[in-house]
């Protein structure tokens, strides 16, 4: 989602700026290897509430307001939600802002609980397959110690392969998109991976194309070219 789908360089990013603090010391620890992902979405949600100590669950989602989408974005997903195709947002950055895009496109049928769902809805569900990271509330509304953590860095390919089982779509017509080594995992699980705006050359030396614009058009005619093969 973060710099694919979002036009910032991450969802945490954008409320800290918002905020106006910055996880650098923490984002070094785990680049050194000196913290575990787990950990640093603690230190991450500490420092949140360090800056804003009442903060609750609705703040939080106000912070989210505003988060720049990529150029295209609408295009993009209309053209494949409307074709079929199934989607999923698989990312480490924060619910709230994949709950917006999910919720652009909606579902004929009631919101209900399900593997891969969004967890705050407007009345019916989506057609997306969500999972993301973020931040947990507590019964009385101000945010936790402790996050949502759904998406490990280099764990993706797991998720893919699984959704890939439970909706009975093989490898040969998987599609993934992504920006950074974390995205390698969904690149080895898919036919054709790109990658998209690349925050470094890790992923690029795995992806079967790159494409180093910031428009999803050019995304999408990637895919239509894969899809009429």
Not at 140 to 148: A, P
Not at 193 to 212: G, H, L, Q, Y
Request: hydrophobic share 40%; net charge negative; glycine share 8%.
């Amino acid at each position: 989602m973060d710099r694919v789908l979002v036009d910032h360089m991450s969802t945490w990013q954008y409320v800290y700026d918002n905020l106006g603090i910055s996880n650098a010391d923490a984002f070094d620890l785990y680049n050194q290897g000196l913290l575990v992902e787990w950990d640093w979405l603690k230190m991450d949600l500490a420092l949140v509430k360090e800056a804003h100590p009442s903060i609750t669950d609705e703040k939080m989602r106000n912070l989210c307001i505003g988060t720049p989408l990529m150029k295209g974005i609408k295009q993009c997903l209309d053209w494949i939600t409307d074709s079929g195709h199934e989607v999923a947002i698989i990312s480490g950055g924060m619910q709230e802002t994949a709950r917006d895009i999910a919720c652009m496109y909606p579902t004929n049928t009631p919101w209900r609980r399900r593997w891969g769902g969004i967890n705050r809805h407007r009345g019916c569900d989506s057609k997306f397959h969500v999972f993301t990271n973020g931040w947990l509330c507590k019964t009385d509304g101000t945010i936790d110690d402790f996050g949502r953590y759904q998406v490990q860095m280099n764990g993706k390919g797991a998720i893919v392969k699984m959704l890939q089982r439970r909706l009975g779509i093989p490898k040969e017509r998987t599609i993934s998109i992504g920006d950074s080594a974390g995205d390698i995992g969904m690149f080895q699980e898919s036919e054709l991976s790109i990658c998209f705006n690349p925050w470094d050359e890790k992923p690029v030396a795995v992806a079967k194309m790159t494409i180093r614009s910031r428009d999803l058009l050019d995304v999408l005619e990637a895919i239509k070219q894969q899809i009429m093969e």
